[in-house]
Nanobody, 123 residues
Framework: QVQLVESGGGLVQAGGSLRLSCAAS????????MGWFRQAPGKEREFVAS????????FYADFVKGQFTISRDNAKNTVSLQMNSLQPEDPAVYYC????????????????WGQGTQVTVSS
C-alpha cells in the first residue's frame, strides 16, 4: 500500500512557474514508476509525465514541449514536477500516481493515486 500526498499547487500568472511535490508513504517507493496526470473540468484525465524507478529515464506528453520537468528522490520518497511558462490551457487538478506494472503513460495502469492539487493560471 502506498499513500501519496501532493502539494505545491496554487494560482500563478501566465508565464510563471510552479513546483509540485508528491510525498509517498511506505518503504517501497523505489519499486514504483511514478507519474503525474492532470484533469481539467469537463475533460478526461491525461498523462503529463512519468519517471522510471531509478530516475534514469523520463517520459512526457507532447504538449509539455520542454516546459515541465519530472524528478524523484528515492531517499526522501518524493517525486516532483517543475512547471515553467505556464499557460492558460494548463489549469487543472494535477495528480501524482504510482505504477507497479510499467504502464508509464496510461492512467489505467497506475495502482495508487493522490488526492490532487489544483493549479490555476491567470491571464
Amino acid at each position: 500500500q502506498v499513500q501519496l500526498v501532493e502539494s505545491g499547487g496554487g494560482l500563478v500568472q501566465a508565464g510563471g512557474s510552479l513546483r509540485l511535490s508528491c510525498a509517498a508513504s511506505g518503504r517501497t517507493f523505489s519499486s514504483y514508476v511514478m507519474g503525474w496526470f492532470r484533469q481539467a473540468p469537463g475533460k478526461e484525465r491525461e498523462f503529463v509525465a512519468s519517471i522510471t524507478r531509478s530516475g534514469g529515464a523520463t517520459f512526457y506528453a507532447d504538449f509539455v514541449k520542454g516546459q515541465f520537468t519530472i524528478s524523484r528522490d528515492n531517499a526522501k520518497n518524493t517525486v516532483s514536477l517543475q512547471m515553467n511558462s505556464l499557460q492558460p490551457e494548463d489549469p487543472a487538478v494535477y495528480y501524482c500516481a504510482a505504477d507497479s506494472s510499467n504502464y508509464y503513460t496510461k492512467a489505467k495502469g497506475y495502482d495508487y493515486w493522490g488526492q490532487g492539487t489544483q493549479v490555476t493560471v491567470s491571464s
